[in-house]
């Protein structure tokens, strides 16, 4: 199985700064036929699902804050939150799609300084 | 608008048994995959099972395979988890998940339910 690690496990940033959230897979899981990189990252609110923000590693889903952003490929990748916002607080997950079982980071809590 | 609407969660004994629906609408249920992710209370998310548009293959997690079963209705745009053999560490809310799919090849999960919470417990 593919092992998704994501650091750091919480950040604490004041508003209006930017928020960094690493994730590392054990595998490449960058597609060469496609050059595409199999790999999403989603926001959970308490209490809620968990929300797709981007996809492919950098493509922002529709409706979804230009301050979110995501980048990297073959096996590290990066969301950044730039100027962030009291509504940013929540877990991220990220996500790879390569292979089957579909693996997860554990997770990084993200809270206003 | 798409709608995903699980039910059948609940408290089971160990060794029990338990069906997950998941009611959907808004979008052509019949061509598009469809995957089960759960998530224990307070920890991260857990892929379950995933099936093709068509029904014709599936696929599962270790931790359930041979006692997790993925099934849909197309005629009722519905999708369902049969759960058996429960164990205490089954005890998680079951998101039902829609995969973003192209030319039958499905890859992330573009919308999700509000979930159900299973719980197994004596």
């Known amino acids: 199985d593919i092992v998704m690690t994501q650091s750091p496990d919480s950040l604490a940033v004041s508003l209006g700064e930017t928020a960094t959230i690493n994730c590392k897979s054990s595998?490449?899981?960058?597609?060469?036929?496609?050059?595409?990189?199999?790999l999403a990252w989603y926001q959970q609110k308490p209490g809620q699902p968990p929300k797709l923000l981007i996809s492919?590693?950098?493509t922002r889903e529709s409706g979804v804050p230009d301050r979110f952003s995501g980048s990297g490929s073959g096996t590290d990748f990066t969301l950044t939150i730039s100027s962030l916002q009291g509504e940013d607080v929540a877990l991220y997950y990220c996500?790879?799609?390569?292979?089957?079982?579909?693996?997860f980071g554990q997770g990084t809590k993200v809270e206003i300084k | 608008q798409v709608q995903l609407v699980e039910s059948g969660g609940g408290v089971v004994q160990p060794g029990g048994s338990l069906r997950l629906s998941c009611a959907t609408s808004?979008?052509?249920?019949?061509?598009?995959?469809m995957h089960w992710v759960r998530q224990a209370p307070g920890k991260g998310l857990e892929w379950v099972a995933f099936?093709?548009?068509?029904?014709?293959?599936?696929f599962y997690a270790d931790s359930v395979k041979g006692r997790f079963t993925i099934s849909r209705d197309n005629s009722k745009n519905t999708l369902f988890l049969q759960m058996k053999s429960l164990r205490p560490e089954d005890t998680a809310f079951y998101y039902c998940?829609?995969?973003?799919?192209?030319?039958?090849?499905?890859?992330?999960?573009?919308?999700w339910g509000r979930g159900t919470l299973v719980t197994v417990s004596s």
């Open positions: 998940a829609k995969a973003s799919c192209s030319d039958n090849v499905c890859f992330y999960f573009d919308q």
């Open positions: 808004g979008f052509t249920f019949s061509s598009y995959g």
């Open positions: 099936i093709r548009y068509d029904g014709t293959n599936t």
């Open positions: 595998h490449n899981i960058l597609y060469r036929s496609n050059n595409k990189n199999y």
């Open positions: 492919w590693a950098s």
């Open positions: 996500h790879q799609y390569y292979i089957v079982p579909h693996t």
